[in-house]
């Protein structure tokens, strides 16, 4: 079907408030990754579930962070009490299947969050 | 520790010409993939192609292809013919067996003019 969907694709918010950030992944795609990246950065890693199985959230930075996703199905990202420094494009991925080396990562187009 | 380095911040190439992108990676598993990712400036990741750790040959996909170096543990991409369309970030990712999620590099801009 379409490719991955996230909402908003920008959103501006003061420091401290709480955000919501929300994926779409690809039909069918098991799994489901999001990543963040600073201004002229690379990618890095946040949180990545696989079916039902307990999600990696090895990547969160702070435990202002939280991530869910029900099934296979849509996930959203929290961001509470937000800081400056969390301002960064939030990038979901999925890919069709439990996850070998070589599984290909789609990804959505991004929300751009800024914090003031 | 898993790491993937890219040391050209900017590269600038004319149309038509072949330009390659560095990447250098760090990894103690010997099963491992690469991956090279384009963002243009809509910001959307695209994958270009996959090179295995233990594929014989290198990768090509189109006008794209990985010069894959085990033993100097390298993964640069070479684009052919480039063209003004080309012009973006470039990412190098790296994925082995103990992490799922990609390591990416810092990135490459690839300025393509006529």
């Known amino acids: 079907g379409a490719g991955v969907s996230q909402s908003p694709s920008n959103k501006v918010t003061e420091k401290g408030k709480d955000v919501e950030l929300r994926c779409d992944p690809i039909?069918?795609?098991?799994?489901l990754y999001w990543y963040r990246q600073r201004l002229g950065q690379g990618l890095e890693f946040l949180i990545y579930?696989?079916?039902?199985?307990?999600?990696?959230k090895s990547g969160l930075p702070s435990d202002r962070f939280s991530a869910e996703r029900t099934g296979e199905s849509v996930s959203t990202l929290t961001i509470q009490r937000t800081q400056q420094e969390d301002s960064a494009v939030y990038l979901c991925?999925?890919?069709?299947?439990?996850?070998?080396?070589?599984?290909?990562?789609?990804f959505g187009p991004g929300t751009r969050l800024l914090v003031l | 520790a898993q790491k993937i380095t890219q040391t050209q911040p900017g590269m600038f190439v004319q149309e038509k010409e072949a330009v390659t992108l560095d990447c250098t990676y760090d990894?103690?598993?010997?099963?491992?993939?690469l991956f090279w990712y384009k963002q243009p400036s809509s910001g959307e990741m695209i994958f270009l192609i996959y090179?295995?750790?233990?594929?014989?040959q290198n990768a090509t996909e189109g006008r794209y292809s990985l010069n894959f170096q085990k033993a100097r543990k390298s993964a640069n991409l070479v684009i052919s013919a480039s063209q003004l369309g080309d012009s973006a970030m470039y990412f190098c990712?790296?994925?082995?067996?103990?992490?799922?999620?990609?390591?990416f590099g810092k990135g490459t801009t690839l300025s393509v003019s006529s």
């Open positions: 579930f696989q079916g039902n199985s307990a999600p990696d």
């Open positions: 039909s069918g795609h098991t799994a």
């Open positions: 990712a790296m994925r082995d067996r103990k992490k799922t999620a990609l390591i």
């Open positions: 990894t103690s598993d010997p099963s491992y993939g």
């Open positions: 991925a999925s890919s069709p299947r439990p996850s070998g080396i070589g599984e290909t990562q789609y």
């Open positions: 090179q295995g750790s233990y594929d014989q």
